[in-house]
């Protein structure tokens, strides 16, 4: 892009926006990740971008700053085509977020990241990610008792390049759990998808969208393994594998866990690392 006062936009600045609009929070080191940059090799880019208002600077947090896109940024990552055109018309929110807010959406943000450098090479692929208020829905409760709402943190779609369509997708719901939320409400959430499930709420909402798989990430093992014994009793046991509670901080076989049994046994898949 032209030069502005001795500034001009690169492409490697498109980069850094595109992530964090994919992102919608980042830290330093997420971008850093994503894009094969240092830490200090950023840190001045990112101070220039965020003075010239391509980023936006949601908070100093744990000692570093918490970015996202800024207004120019918006404009930028439109003409560019990495951002659909109503974009403009949405007003960011992020200077809105408490420090909880914050946490919970770099907590979400550090799934995403991790989600879409696992994927990166290789026949799985992270074809959608969504994030927000459209994923919102509801089941009715049973026996008259009050509708259990539906809100996951994000719902996306693992695809396999080397599979026909119609089998190649997989639909996954996100619960990213920071130990928190109380018991009783872990327990609505899994009742809720339930019966989302066994209703086939699901297929009104996501046209196509045949079964799912509700992931639950925490930042612990210990938590995961919590959460395992005291929820799957309430899980049929044929449908257990559709409810992964996984820990963060592990390897990227346990991340990429989600994929479907069937990916993964099969050699022909090349998915074995994945077991």
Known sequence: MPANNGFELQDQDIEL???AFQLRIATVDQLSALCGRSVRALWGRLLKLRERRYLASVARFMQKHVYAVGPLGVSALIEQGYAPADFAEKRLRHNELTELGIRHSLFVADIHARLLLDTRDGALNL???????SLWDTVPGRGGEPAIPIRPDAYFILKHAELPEGINNHHVFL???????????????????????ERHHHTKKYPGMKSFLVATVTQTRSRAEELRKDLNPLIPRAAREAYPFIASKTSRSTLCSVAPRRWRHNPRTKLSVFV
Do not use: C, Q
């Open 17 to 19: 926006l595109n992530y």
């Open 127 to 133: 074809a959608r990610w969504i994030e927000g208020p």
């Open 175 to 197: 619960e990213a759990d920071r130990s928190t939320m109380a018991h009783t409400k872990m327990v609505a959430k899994i009742t809720g998808y339930l019966g989302y499930y």
